[in-house]
């Protein structure tokens, strides 16, 4: 047999630098300009700089991001963004009033169950950094006992907040979890949803889709955090891509996002693999991530693309 020809995504919408809050301390010494220089070695040619704002507390880290980005050379096809996570309001109210010494990743624990939720930045804050998009993305619950119809509840009413929110652009990874149920060998198996990704109601994809499609949202189908995470079960992944699928069947724009993270990993060391058996490896594996949205009728092509700022400049 030929040497088998593996694709490549050409875009990439959320990866991280060592500016973000959980890149920092990292293994490895990963400059902006390195993670890019790898990006486009890997055959990305449109992508952004997506660094972590949890609430205001952050911003710190915004600024540094943005101070870095600013030292390289200027592309057109090169883009600042920024992930949000959804909050509670409730949070954002008690960081800002002073009291909690180091609120990196909000407060996790003491606020009410169905409260209103917010995100950590204004419009304000976009112009003033020159944020040319926003993804949004549901990391936690939101002060719900950990039982999975309540989590499933949760994580649907922030997914639908972010499907809705008029800063936001992309949904990252929906259905993504981390935390609790995590077997001790670092695997999920069961709860909330890996055991049987059928336990989310049909009806809640439905309104999601819906929500994305009427408010001009891009879902983002997440290269590291889902589709290759070997800590959650294969034929979870797999269902996924169907869930994937669907959402595009029903007229929702889909993104490429490696959800690279800076400092634990080298971008893209696996993306030109020719042996299947390195697709077991930790680094990512574009190409066998595109193989599996290919596989459900998901093509690089059809992913979305944030126009070139300047058309006159090459990139």
């Not at 040497?3 to 630098?17: A, I, L």
């Not at 959800?259 to 077991?280: E, L």
Request: charged content about 20%; some cysteine; proline content about 7%.
């Amino acid at each position: 047999m030929g040497k088998r020809m593996q694709g490549h995504f050409t875009t990439d919408w959320h990866m991280h630098s060592r500016n973000s809050c959980d890149c920092r301390g990292g293994p490895l010494a990963t400059t902006m300009a390195e993670t890019v220089a790898a990006v486009r070695a890997a055959g990305v040619t449109d992508f952004g700089v997506t660094d972590h704002l949890h609430t205001p507390f952050n911003l710190p880290d915004i600024v540094a991001s943005r101070r870095e980005f600013d030292t390289l050379p200027p592309s057109p096809r090169m883009h600042f963004g920024i992930e949000v996570s959804c909050v509670s309001a409730w949070e954002l109210a008690e960081i800002a009033g002073g009291g909690h010494a180091n609120p990196v990743y909000g407060l996790r624990s003491g606020g009410p169950a169905g409260g209103e939720m917010a995100i950590g930045i204004g419009a304000e804050e976009i112009v003033r950094f020159g944020i040319e998009y926003v993804v949004g993305g549901t990391h936690w619950p939101l002060y719900v006992p950990l039982e999975r119809e309540a989590v499933i509840r949760d994580y649907h009413r922030q997914n639908m907040f972010l499907a809705c929110h008029p800063l936001v652009t992309i949904v990252a990874h929906p259905w993504w979890w981390m935390g609790h149920w995590q077997d001790p060998d670092g695997a999920y198996r069961t709860d909330p949803w890996f055991d049987d990704f059928g336990k989310i109601p049909s009806a809640m994809h439905d309104e999601f889709a819906a929500a994305a499609r009427e408010h001009g949202k891009i879902v983002e189908a997440n290269v590291h955090a889902l589709l290759l995470n070997r800590r959650y079960p294969e034929a979870f992944r797999r269902r996924y891509c169907d869930y994937l699928a669907g959402l595009k069947a029903a007229g929702v724009t889909l993104s490429a996002g490696s959800d690279h993270h800076a400092q634990h990993s080298h971008y893209g060391d696996a993306a030109a693999a020719d042996n299947p058996a390195d697709w077991q490896r930790e680094p990512f594996h574009f190409g066998m991530a595109l193989e599996m949205l290919e596989a459900v009728g998901i093509r690089d092509d059809a992913l979305w693309r944030l126009p070139p700022r300047r058309p006159d400049v090459t990139g």
